[in-house]
T-cell receptor
Framework: GNSVTQMEGPVTLSEEAFLTINCTYT??????LFWYVQYPGEGLQLLLK?????DKGSNKGFEATYRKETTSFHLEKGSVQVSDSAVYFC???????????FGTGTRLQVTL | SAVISQKPSRDICQRGTSLTIQCQVD?????MFWYRQQPGQSLTLIAT?????????ESGFVIDKFPISRPNLTFSTLTVSNMSPEDSSIYLC???????????FGPGTRLTVT
């Protein structure tokens, strides 16, 4: 079956530090890959997506590249802000399963 | 995009009782979904709420325990029946206007069963 593995949190960084949150997946078929973000007290929001190998999704300074050879979709940002503090979820979707499969989420805490 | 609200935002319930969670979308959507997020775990899909027909449940979830209604294109309810402490979780509603992978989520309902 499909599964997503994320690095465990919490991740604590100082403002302007470089961020990487690792995500690897196992899937049958050819998945689309996503990062969702959940800010405190809010619902999950789609942050970025990539639908095929070598695609790069980007939004709000965050990037992730679909790496089929390593089955990975790591989230990166060059300079984090306090306002980026949230929980980040990696997810995949395949037409075979027709549903989203989520990782466990990684909490990011950015301090001044 | 769609804005989704859920009621209640949280509740504390006694075992053996039932709770109905409401999900309202601000626009018509094609698909609506219910998820459970247990402490420290990922989101697990409970079921897809189908407008005008019975919900489609995932393995491990049954209609008697989690009855779902979807009377129109903007509203759905999930009932957690005969609750036990193991049902303590966050329950999330989501909706999709097009492809089912691009989903919009509500803020969740935090349920504690004592």
């Amino acid at each position: 079956g499909n599964s997503v593995t994320q690095m465990e949190g919490p991740v604590t960084l100082s403002e302007e530090a470089f961020l990487t949150i690792n995500c690897t997946y196992t899937a049958t078929g050819y998945p689309s890959l996503f990062w969702y973000v959940q800010y405190p007290g809010e619902g999950l929001q789609l942050l970025l997506k990539a639908t095929k190998a070598d695609d790069k999704g980007s939004n709000k300074g965050f990037e992730a590249t679909y790496r089929k050879e390593t089955t990975s979709f790591h989230l990166e940002k060059g300079s984090v802000q306090v306002s980026d503090s949230a929980v980040y979820f990696c997810a995949l979707f395949t037409g075979t399963a027709s549903k989203l499969t989520f990782g466990t989420g990684t909490r990011l805490q950015v301090t001044l | 995009s769609a804005v989704i609200s859920q009621k209640p935002s949280r509740d504390i319930c006694q075992r053996g009782t039932s709770l109905t969670i409401q999900c309202q979308v601000d626009s018509q959507v094609t698909m609506m979904f219910w998820y459970r997020q247990q402490p420290g775990q990922s989101l697990t899909l409970i079921a897809t709420a189908n407008q005008g027909s019975e919900a489609t449940y995932e393995s491990g979830f049954v209609i008697d325990k989690f009855p779902i209604s979807r009377p129109n294109l903007t509203f759905s309810t999930l009932t957690v029946s005969n609750m036990s402490p193991e049902d303590s979780s966050i329950y999330l509603c989501s909706a999709s206007a097009g492809t089912s992978y691009e989903q919009y989520f509500g803020p969740g309902t935090r349920l504690t069963v004592t």
